[in-house]
């Protein structure tokens, strides 16, 4: 079994330009109101964006990291470190709103998802029965524990059902995803990365319309 050892990363992140920016918006000047509804419209914009490229980064190394731990390729432990930093990323992008803490439990409750993950893919290539159950129902657990989280941060633009449903639906097209490649059947692994695609820049623009909606006097300068 892998054992996950992320780098520090130094670099700066998309994850860090969020939050620089959404700090920036409380020490914008005044400006003429069309000023101000402009920068409005771009900065709601720009966090729109921004939010959907973390969670696209989600995915594509999950698949990287799917792609590498079938095929034992030589860059699994880069493709791990990178997919673990999203979460870091990710976790980091909500701070401005939920703090500190909220934001480094999510990025807590994220990286074990992708340990989850990485356990039921392994037990799968072993052919360890009993080790696939367990490691299906600790992944869907902590997946309602992601909802949970999320749904208590904001429980009018995230409803717990719905949060839970967005995150199952993630899981089970991800597990598609995995599953198709074990067996080698290219094309339906290839047809449930385009199903992921779309799914997460659905739950993408919720968590973002949802922090806008949440927070509007942050996106209105």
Do not use: C
């Not at 914008?28 to 920068?39: F, I, S, V």
């Not at 600790?138 to 904001?154: G, P």
């Amino acid at each position: 079994m892998t054992r996950f050892t992320p780098r520090l990363i130094l670099a700066g992140s998309l994850a860090l330009a969020l939050v620089v920016t959404a700090l920036a918006l409380t020490l914008t000047p005044a400006a003429h109101p069309h000023q101000t509804a402009a920068n409005a419209r771009d900065n709601r914009a720009a966090f729109h964006d921004g939010i959907r490229q973390l969670w696209e980064d989600h995915i594509v190394w999950t698949r990287q990291f799917i792609v590498s731990a079938v095929a034992d390729l030589p860059d699994l432990s880069v493709a791990t470190d990178r997919l673990l930093r999203n979460q870091d990323d990710i976790g980091d992008a909500i701070k401005p709103f939920y703090g500190d803490a909220a934001g480094e439990q999510l990025s807590i409750l994220l990286r074990e998802h992708i340990l989850g993950a990485a356990a039921l893919l392994n037990a799968a290539k072993d052919g360890d029965g009993p080790g696939v159950e367990a490691a299906s129902a600790a992944w869907y657990a902590n997946a309602d524990e992601i909802a949970a989280f999320l749904s208590s941060a904001n429980p009018d633009a995230w409803p717990l059902a719905e949060m839970q449903s967005m995150m199952r639906d993630h899981l089970d097209l991800t597990l598609a995803e995995a599953v198709a490649r074990l067996e080698g059947r290219y094309a339906d692994d290839a047809a449930a990365y385009d199903q992921i695609h779309v799914q997460i820049l659905h739950m993408a623009d919720m968590l973002s319309d949802g922090i806008i909606a949440q927070f509007p006097n942050r996106f209105a300068r």
